[in-house]
């Protein structure tokens, strides 16, 4: 290699340096090894040093081919400790802030969700809810009445009919008695049909 390309790769090097500590500060921030499984802890390391392993060798390839040489860990350590020297404090800070900024957004998306959308839909079925069972009760009283109303019409139209029929011969109501007990069975039985119904609607 050249002077010039080793420049590069020391100037590179030290870059990714600087890069691996805001990594390593970004990745312990959110990982929380503390509330963490340690399973989970030993497989998120190996993915996190993979993957800047990766993006090490990734950048030592676009400037030298891959060629590595001892200054190029040492320029890593370098930009390492430069970045704990210099740049750990105000990007910690930056972190922090930019962690704070996107929860809060958050908050705010999902609060204008939940208040603009979710809750007016849940608020909209409760009260069609209750308008149903408003006009289910409804419906129910004015079964009730007609129910009662027919009851009392047919209670004051046969009333003048079983004065009739008494006055009639014995012979004569003898007959009609098979005929008015079926009458009487049908309207019977039309009756606790209707009552019944009634009663399952207001359970």
Not at 48 to 62: D, Q
């Amino acid at each position: 290699m050249n002077l010039t390309i080793q420049f590069e790769t020391m100037v590179a090097m030290i870059v990714m340096g600087v890069i691996f500590g805001a990594l390593l500060d970004t990745y312990q921030r959110f990982l929380q090894r503390s509330t963490r499984p340690r399973w989970m802890t030993f497989i998120s390391d190996m993915i996190f040093w993979c993957l800047y392993a990766g993006l090490l060798f990734y950048s030592l390839y676009r400037i030298n081919y891959g060629e590595i040489r001892v200054y190029v860990f040492l320029a890593v350590l370098c930009g390492f400790a430069g970045y704990q020297a210099l740049f750990k404090s105000i990007y910690l800070k930056i972190l922090e802030w930019i962690i704070v900024f996107f929860s809060k957004v958050f908050m705010l998306i999902r609060n204008t969700i939940y208040y603009l959308i979710i809750l007016p839909v849940i608020t909209l079925g409760q009260w069609m809810i209750k308008l149903l069972c408003l006009l289910g009760k409804g419906l129910m009283t004015l079964a009730k009445m007609c129910l009662h109303l027919l009851l009392f019409i047919g209670k004051v139209i046969f009333f003048p009919i079983h004065l009739i029929f008494k006055l009639l011969p014995l012979r004569i109501r003898n007959k009609l008695v098979g005929i008015n007990k079926k009458i009487a069975g049908v309207f019977l039985l039309t009756k606790n049909q209707l009552i019944n119904i009634a009663k399952r609607w207001k359970k």
